[in-house]
Every structure is written in structure tokens, then in C-alpha cells.
């Protein structure tokens, strides 16, 4: 199981990633990080992150009808969010590099 302090800067823009995957709901990405191996990640700690990026206007909602209870709100990028996303993995690809060269151990200038 991951540790939730590694977790809290990267679920953002994992979230964003599984959006622009499939438009979906909350409960729905929990599951899928479930899958993914972050564990079980609470709908608790999706909504706030959610909440903030729509207020961001990086994703943007769309009420519908669920097949199983009330209606459900399925959330889908922005192209401030597919921008966004497109940062996220550029610095997540940096720090990859940076603490695989670390772990390695590589030199700083090889």
C-alpha cells in the first residue's frame, strides 16, 4: 500500500488521467485507482480534489441519470485540464528520471 503522504501530490493529476480516459464519476474513480494499485482512496479524499479542479475549471460536470440510485455527476476535461494533465506528466517524468538516477546511483551529470 502506498503511504497517503506520497499519494496527496500525485492523485490530482492521476485523477485527471483516469477522466480523460472515460468520463466518470467519483465513486467510479476510486474504484479505478483501486484497480491501478493506489488502494483504497476514499470517495472523502476524491470529492475535495475534484471540487478543486473544477474550480480550476480543469474539469467540468454533467448530471445524468444513474441506472442505480440518484442521478450522478460524470466529470470530463477542460482543455485547461488536458493541458494541465500534459504539465503534470512532464514533471512527473523529470522526477521519475531524477529518483531512478538517485536509487541507481547514478552521477549528477551522467
Known amino acids: 500500500m502506498i503511504p497517503s503522504q506520497m499519494l496527496k501530490g500525485m492523485l490530482e493529476g492521476c485523477i485527471l488521467e483516469i477522466i480523460r480516459k472515460q468520463e466518470t ?3 467510479e474513480i476510486s474504484k479505478k485507482l483501486e484497480e491501478y494499485g493506489f488502494g483504497t482512496i476514499s470517495e472523502g479524499t476524491i470529492y475535495p480534489i475534484i471540487l478543486r479542479l473544477q474550480k480550476s475549471d480543469l474539469v467540468e460536470a454533467t448530471v ?10 460524470y466529470y470530463h476535461l477542460t ?5 494541465r494533465l500534459n504539465q503534470f506528466k512532464g514533471h512527473w517524468n523529470e522526477l521519475e528520471y531524477a529518483i531512478n538516477k538517485l536509487f541507481e546511483g547514478g552521477k549528477k551529470d551522467e
Do not use: D, F, M
Not at 445524468?64 to 455527476?73: D, F, L, M, Q, V
Open 25 to 27: 464519476y467519483a465513486y
Open 64 to 73: 445524468r441519470e444513474s441506472n442505480s440510485g440518484p442521478k450522478r455527476k
Open 79 to 83: 482543455e485547461e485540464g488536458v493541458s
